[in-house]
């Protein structure tokens, strides 16, 4: 229906309700159950099932499920089934992590329950948003966010902040009059209210006429959820590595299993040793440490006020190359401050008393919003500007509610865009003429005041002045403009009781007051926040929608403003995306551009191989966060739809929130880079262990059963140990991670052969001693312990990649000591508690031999920390060459 062209009487009978009434009960319960609940569906979610899914049939959890089947076949029931139980363990671990990041985003929501005043069976009272029905007659105030798609039923100066769903900053003025036009564009559809914008001047009464996903709000909400993202850096890296790792583990099992049979060896101790060399070369821990060095690299930033949507974006965030932001809120404050007050001396005193005085209290007469201070800090309800002025004098003792007792307002001409003015007209009564600025104007009681405001253009015209106030004027206008300063003229003049006034009259013969100066400063924090950027080689751009002068000053202040300046909107059209590309490596800002720029702003970067990070809170920067690396929503102003089309929220709209997210995920990429090498070099030990001491003349070195829980020792709780170590020391003094680089480079593999080969090498020739000369069977206790200290130095050792263990501290990673003296407990009980040692085959070892098993331990933490000191002065040497 095209609502916008019926007038209000049709509108009213096309849902059956009197306006003076509204719906009554029984009808809106009707209406509630056939239309549902007034909210925004979630879809194209993942299922629990699928999620469940995903694990199981994962390629490490195949191979070990072949595994357990294998095992099973050959009669080892036990180990099969211990196979089984950590894939079900890892699977599960997984499963609960993913669960829980697919729901945060739904506890965000539930935070805030909106209510909304709505007329039912004639009378006013408050309800949920979620139980609006279309036929509903709501009421609106200035700072009510508008719960549905609504036809105006009656308007009183009401403006409507549409940026999110149109892009225009500036807020609409509304009518209830049908407009002419069948289909205009949603911005000119200026008798409708749109679900999800907010009322910032005046009052209305309207009809809901679409709630939920029938909402304009809703359509595009339905449009995102159905878009697929690719999968992150990690994902991919991850899932290469898995495969990999996978395809080497069958070959060697093939291999072996191979040449066993050539030799002649039984078929039933091949497939055993075969099984154990795959479950060795698995990192079973790698996709639950993962998600879970995640998941808790996210609890650590939503504290930092950084809630993460999805938990692969967290390591994305390591590789972030540029960070597109918004101004407004993000690098400022979000609140128009007064930053001077200019009298032109009306009373003939200093600047600093009576002339101040009065250009206060007309900033605050005549003027519409209200202070609130709902839990103790005062907050604007009503237009910014206004809401500007109302702070600026009440931190002098001038209040709206206190002056207008004093000083009623008996009349009023509204703000008016195309005039850029308001004015208002106010009595002086009896309390009000003991005022000391009413006594200074030597008023009287019922002498009124007639106040103006508005663009300095705007209000000189109807002003009493020379040529030589206007160049005055003129000057400190255009001076703070260059500044990106907001500048409003105040005007008044004195009527006494007896003259007649009507509001023609008004508009003339008033003197100029002076002009008030504001702007929306930047954050304390954004300069220092903007230089951590540069430092770690991410380049800070700035796109606003607003004013050049505004958009550079901030810039400028704040650090981003580079030498290709600003570029506008109309330029980003005319230079079309070919222009666009060359020219997006030099630019850092741009202004008075729409949603749909944001989106050119994104491919351009891309398109030059940078890794982008994007920030949004409104439904036309959904495409462009979506289209982003990360996508970044506001927390506190972001609709819910931004918010499901991002990465991350940022709940408390801060851009240096964005830089510590992008430091926890340089710490965290470069944790999963040390659990990695720390998995596949501790298994490559058991894997020379397993494939050469048979060659040595011993049997089957370890079971299964001790190879999986080995796995889990060291994979599972001193890799979840691993995944919280503290950020590197110059972790935000490198440039971003490469999205071509692999998770293995060069000095990782020869780190993992060096680290691999010393486990491998060290526990064989222990192994091999012991089995000459206590042939019982300790040798396999003293191999399957060993393995355990092994990888406990590694660990310890591997804390860091250049910096040496005793720099670091060693209290300084509480939960890896937990994890090593967890380890140490469990690996105890196995070995010396009866009840176990038939199950993983072991026997109790004398302090003597535990010394010895403890050795490898410290030769591999020993050899680790040597080659830090070696090639720690070349790593030096080659940063500060690239530096």
């Not at 003293?782 to 501290?809: D, E, K, P, Y």
Request: hydrophobic residues 45%.
């Amino acid at each position: 229906m095209q609502w916008h062209a019926l007038d209000t009487g049709n509108v009213c009978a096309y849902f059956s309700v009197d306006p003076a009434q509204g719906l009554d009960s029984a009808d809106s319960a009707e209406r509630l159950a056939a239309q549902g609940a007034n909210e925004l569906q979630e879809t194209g979610g993942v299922s629990p099932w699928r999620l469940l899914w995903d694990q199981f049939t994962s390629t490490m959890a195949l191979i070990l499920t072949a595994a357990a089947i294998i095992s099973l076949g050959i009669g080892s029931v036990r180990d099969a089934m211990t196979i089984l139980a950590i894939v079900c363990l890892f699977a599960l671990l997984g499963f609960v992590q993913e669960y829980k990041a697919e729901r945060s985003l739904r506890a965000l929501k539930r935070l805030a329950v909106p209510t909304v005043r709505v007329r039912r069976d004639g009378a006013v009272s408050e309800i949920s948003a979620g139980s609006l029905v279309s036929g509903d007659v709501i009421l609106l105030e200035a700072g009510n966010i508008i719960p549905a798609d609504c036809r105006l039923l009656e308007t009183y100066s009401l403006k409507v902040q549409e940026s999110l769903l149109t892009g225009e900053t500036e807020a609409v003025e509304k009518q209830s009059d049908p407009l002419a036009d069948d289909n205009p564009p949603i911005a000119d559809r200026v008798n409708m209210a749109w679900m999800g914008t907010t009322v910032s001047a005046g009052r209305a009464e309207a009809l809901v006429v679409a709630t939920g996903m029938a909402t304009e709000l809703g359509r595009i909400a339905g449009m995102l959820q159905s878009v697929n993202k690719e999968w992150t850096p990690l994902q991919k890296r991850l899932d290469r590595l898995g495969k990999v790792l996978a395809v080497l583990a069958v070959a060697i099992a093939a291999v072996v299993f191979g040449l066993g049979i050539w030799r002649g060896e039984p078929l039933r101790d091949m497939l055993m040793t075969a099984v154990s060399l795959a479950v060795a070369a698995i990192p079973e821990g790698l996709p639950a440490v993962v998600t879970i060095t995640l998941a808790m690299g996210a609890q650590r930033m939503l504290k930092r006020h950084a809630l993460i949507r999805k938990l692969p974006a967290v390591e994305t965030l390591g590789s972030v190359t540029v960070i597109c932001t918004d101004k407004t809120g993000t690098l400022t404050q979000n609140r128009m401050t007064v930053t001077a007050l200019i009298s032109f001396g009306v009373l003939g005193k200093s600047a600093d008393s009576d002339d101040t005085g009065l250009l206060r209290m007309a900033s605050v007469l005549c003027n519409d919003a209200m202070l609130s201070s709902p839990d103790g800090q005062e907050t604007v309800v009503g237009d910014p500007t206004e809401g500007a002025l109302l702070l600026e004098a009440s931190g002098h003792g001038l209040f709206r509610p206190e002056l207008e007792k004093n000083f009623p307002r008996v009349a009023e001409i509204p703000f008016d865009s195309a005039v850029k003015r308001m004015l208002t007209i106010h009595a002086v009564n009896d309390s009000g003429r003991e005022h000391s600025l009413i006594q200074a104007l030597g008023m009287m009681a019922g002498d009124r005041l007639i106040f103006a405001k508005g663009a300095p253009d705007a209000i000189m015209p109807i002003c009493v002045h020379d040529s030589a106030l206007t160049a005055v004027v003129s000057r400190r206008v255009d001076a703070l403009a260059a500044q990106g300063q907001r500048v409003l003229a105040v005007a008044y003049r004195l009527v006494r009781a007896h003259e007649q006034l009507d509001l023609d009259d008004c508009q003339q013969g008033l003197s100029l007051l002076g002009l008030v100066a504001m702007m929306d400063p930047p954050r304390s924090e954004a300069h220092d926040a903007v230089a951590r950027c540069l430092k770690a080689g991410i380049r800070p751009v700035m796109i606003t929608g607003d004013h050049p002068l505004t958009a550079r000053t901030i810039a400028e202040q704040v650090g981003i403003l580079s030498e290709g300046g600003v570029l506008i909107g109309r330029e980003l059209d005319e230079l079309g995306k070919r222009g666009l590309f060359g020219r997006a490596g030099e630019v850092s800002v741009y202004s008075r551009v729409s949603p749909e720029h944001k989106l050119l702003i994104v491919q351009a970067l891309q398109e030059r191989g940078e890794v982008v990070a994007m920030t949004g809170d409104g439904v036309n920067d959904a495409p462009a966060l979506k289209k982003a690396d990360i996508g970044v929503a506001m927390g506190m102003t972001g609709t819910d739809v931004a918010k499901e089309a991002s990465d991350m929220v940022l709940l408390d709209d801060n851009f240096a929130t964005i830089v510590e997210a992008v430091e926890e995920g340089r710490t965290i990429y470069d944790n999963i880079r040390k659990f990695i090498e720390f998995s596949v070099a501790g298994n490559l030990g058991k894997i020379l262990a397993v494939l050469l001491l048979p060659f040595l003349g011993l049997p089957n070195p370890l079971t299964p059963l001790q190879l999986l829980w080995l796995n889990l020792l060291t994979d599972g709780l001193l890799g979840l140990g691993m995944g919280v170590e503290c950020p590197e020391p110059d972790v935000m003094n490198r440039p971003p991670i490469s999205p071509t680089s692999q998770i293995f480079d060069r000095r990782m593999i020869r780190h993992t052969l060096l680290t691999g080969g010393v486990i491998g090498m060290y526990t064989i020739l222990l192994t091999r001693h012991y089995w000459v000369s206590h042939p019982s069977g300790t040798w396999q206790t003293v191999l399957f312990t060993s393995l355990a200290f092994a990888q406990i130095g590694q660990a310890m050792a591997l804390r860091s990649f250049n910096q040496s263990f005793f720099r670091m501290g060693f209290f300084s990673n509480p939960v890896l000591l937990a994890m090593v003296c967890a380890v140490l407990a469990l690996q105890s009980l196995v070995v010396y508690l009866p009840v176990l040692q038939p199950v993983f085959r072991t026997v109790p070892l004398s302090p003597e031999t535990l010394g010895w098993v403890i050795l490898p331990g410290i030769v591999v933490f020993a050899v680790l920390e040597i080659e830090k000191l070696v090639t720690g002065p070349r790593l030096l040497r080659s940063k500060i060459t690239r530096g």
